[in-house]
């Protein structure tokens, strides 16, 4: 062992016997033993050494072991202090107690051995408290890194959802486009007759009717806006779930061939989360597309309902479809990144897990209860104050 690995113990005492002894007792140890006869002395090494273990007499002639005591733990918290007095008292005993001080003892010393005793009990209780020391700085390095890698976890996750978002948008395009060309049609031709028309009041007629097909098209790109913007820009609010569910409903309405398909709604009022509106919009417009999508392929026409309400200290929503249902072997996969089971080029494969993802961020649980031939229903739980 290198001499500055070793430990450091401080002998401090004014009677030269008395070190002495000291010294013949500890010299034989693997310890870095140094001897002072003074409290001014010991003060020095103190100050500009590394003390691990300081043994000093309580009653010193320019500076007293308390005093060397305060010293030393204000250096090293972790430094040991064994007090020795020939004059012991109650008063002196807690003094260097709450000081911190490992032990006092008193002198005469009737067996100098017991003094080697408590020197080798103090390092051990050290090397107890720097283990401990260092475990807690290794956990706090570990702390910082989980959560560094939850950080970056997080922000991926959150370019996931965002950008599966606008593969989403691409899927809806031509319905939205489908939306605003008719009235773009209407403001066109209104516009041109206006033009050639005389008559005033019928002029002004069209006029109106121009401000109700530009606040139409007004209303697709807003939503369809408010929809493709990164949620991550939101803030934590209190949001109103029959108005998420009614909007992603209207989206899905605008910008998908959904003239097979019948809706029902049965959503109370007043269901209130604490929650990002973009995410859970995300959320149903997922399901409430899938759902028009698989109802589509029923003869005689589709159905899917929405509905949502409150069971205790949960809210609860459903989308159903009587479409031709999901097989009982796939029921567990459809939340898998990647898995999908519609036709190739029909769907990225990460539609419900992003819905998975972003439900489970908000403590809630969502499963599905489907047969062949039969449809599927999709149920979500959200936890919510009472």
Not at 92 to 98: C, F, G, I, R
Request: net charge negative; glycine share 6%; charged share 25%.
């Amino acid at each position: 062992m290198q001499s500055s690995d070793k430990k450091h113990l401080l002998v401090v005492d004014d009677e030269p016997v008395i070190l002495q002894i000291l010294k013949a007792v500890f010299e034989e140890e693997p310890w870095r033993l140094t001897l002072a006869g003074t409290g001014s002395e010991a003060r020095r090494i103190l100050e500009s050494e590394r003390v691990d273990l300081l043994l000093t007499d309580k009653n010193l002639p320019d500076l007293s072991g308390i005093e060397l005591l305060r010293i030393a733990k204000a250096r090293e918290p972790l430094c040991e202090v064994i007090i020795l007095t020939g004059y012991g008292s109650l008063e002196t005993a807690l003094a260097a107690m709450e000081l911190d001080a490992f032990d006092y003892v008193l002198k005469p010393l009737n067996n100098v051995f017991d003094i080697r005793k408590k020197v080798r009990q103090a390092f051990a209780k050290q090397d107890v408290a720097l283990e401990n020391r260092r475990l807690i700085v290794e956990l706090r390095e570990k702390n910082a890194a989980v959560e560094a890698a939850l950080e970056e976890t997080r922000s991926l996750q959150a370019e996931l959802i965002q950008s599966e978002k606008l593969a989403g948008i691409g899927t809806l395009a031509a319905g939205i486009a489908h939306e605003i060309s008719s009235p773009l049609f209407g403001i066109m031709g209104l516009a041109e007759a206006i033009a050639d028309e005389q008559d005033l009041p019928l002029a002004q007629s069209y006029a109106r009717d121009i401000v109700e097909y530009c606040r139409t098209v007004r209303d697709i790109v807003v939503e369809l806006s408010s929809y493709s913007r990164a949620a991550t820009n939101e803030y934590l609010t209190t949001v109103e779930l029959s108005r998420v569910i009614h909007d992603a409903l209207r989206l899905v309405e605008r910008s998908s061939d959904v003239r097979n398909v019948r809706f029902e709604t049965a959503i109370e009022p007043e269901l209130f989360l604490n929650a990002r509106t973009n995410e859970l919009q995300q959320v149903f417009v997922n399901l409430v597309k899938n759902a028009a999508e698989a109802a589509s392929e029923v003869e005689g026409g589709g159905l899917v309902r929405l509905a949502a309400g409150r069971t205790g200290n949960h809210v609860w929503a459903t989308v159903s479809d009587n479409g031709p249902g999901i097989e009982a072997d796939k029921q567990r996969l459809i939340f898998d990144p990647f898995y999908t089971t519609k036709a190739p080029g029909k769907g990225t494969g990460l539609g419900l897990n992003i819905v998975y993802r972003i439900v489970t961020k908000y403590r809630g649980t969502i499963t599905v209860d489907s047969r062949i031939g039969a449809g599927a229903t999709f149920e979500l739980r959200f936890p919510v104050d009472r």
